[in-house]
């Protein structure tokens, strides 16, 4: 048996690049679509914790990060191609996913606490800030959600 002091080893916490470095998909997708991305959009990029989902016009999850898949359970072969509303459930306040949705139907930024649900099927909230990605003619090409676990 080994000593208590040798019983556990300690790994530091990864270094984190920004998030919009941390995926070659990500990054294809900007360019791809020529984001004009507002400076707040660029800060909170920089901020490795957040959960990203990027979806198209449609709102159809074009990408997830490895954050949004810790928080949800599911990886990004279950999401890519789905909406992001397949998260929300019998509990979800329909009104606060309404504003939301106002808020993308107008092409303005949107925020909500929402309940959502995990894979396993347990509820969790999710503060969710959504911006709409316009390309270097002022077209609105994706959508951008910077999304957390909350505890209230």
């Given amino acids: 048996m080994l000593p208590l002091s040798m019983a556990w080893e300690f790994m530091p916490r ?3 690049q920004p998030a919009f ?13 020529r984001w004009q ?26 990408y997830v ?7 949800t359970g599911y ?3 279950e999401v890519l191609g ?6 929300q459930g019998k509990a979800t306040d329909m009104a606060a996913s309404q504003r ?9 930024p949107a925020k909500e606490m929402l309940l959502n649900y995990h894979k396993d099927g ?8 959504i911006f709409p990605i316009c390309n270097d003619r002022q077209q609105l090409v994706n959508f951008i959600a910077f999304e957390h676990e909350t505890v209230l």
């Fill in 21 to 33: 470095y941390e995926s070659e998909a990500l990054t294809r997708l900007a360019k791809t679509n």
């Fill in 65 to 71: 990060n490895e954050p949004f898949m810790l928080m």
């Fill in 75 to 77: 990886n990004q072969a």
């Fill in 122 to 129: 347990t509820t969790y909230w999710c503060d969710i800030t």
């Fill in 100 to 108: 939301l949705k106002a808020g993308i139907d107008q092409g303005v």
């Fill in 37 to 62: 991305l507002p400076s707040t959009v660029r800060q909170l990029l920089r901020q490795p914790d957040w959960a990203l989902v990027v979806t198209d016009r449609q709102q159809i999850i074009q």
């Fill in 14 to 16: 990864p270094i984190h």
């Fill in 82 to 87: 789905q909406k992001p509303s397949f998260l």
